[in-house]
């Protein structure tokens, strides 16, 4: 097990509406399996991730914001004890336009500061792929791959 993961995606949008993408409640609840993020996405502001039946699943805190390029979240599980009790970790949103071609790079950088292998890093390995591909598809054809978990695959989102 690791206790680091990284995604890179590139997807055909703008910056601006990338950055919209990540952090508006009712965009990502198309993308994010009916989940919504809620914060004002404010340096030292709370935020959390709460499913279609209002079960908070994931809690943290907004560490940076440096619209439209970086994201960094303190982030925590809340529905799985045995990833509860890892305690906190790191996710940066890095956002790169390539110039003059429409296109913007994402990258993903979700971490914990603990020794040995981290589970609640593993189970992000599993739904970190499925989320972002929803956003990438949503954001260049307006429809997205899976609308919840169980079309997709039967491991847990992170």
Known sequence: MSNAFVYVTYIRTTPDKLWRALTDNTF???????????????????????????????????????????LVLKWRNEFRPELNAEGYSRCAFEIEPLVDTGIVKL???????????????????????LILSNLKSLLETGEVLAASKAQFDTRAVG
Request: glycine fraction near 14%; charged fraction near 20%.
């Open 107 to 129: 990258s993903i950088t979700h971490t914990m500061e603990q020794e040995g292998g981290a589970k609640f890093i593993q189970a992000v390995s599993g739904g970190w792929p």
């Open 28 to 70: 990502m609840r198309l993308y994010w399996l009916g989940c919504e993020g809620q914060s004002d996405w404010q340096p030292g502001s709370p935020w959390r991730l709460v499913n279609r039946e209002g079960q908070v699943m994931d809690t943290g805190e907004v560490l940076e914001a440096a619209p439209p390029f970086r």
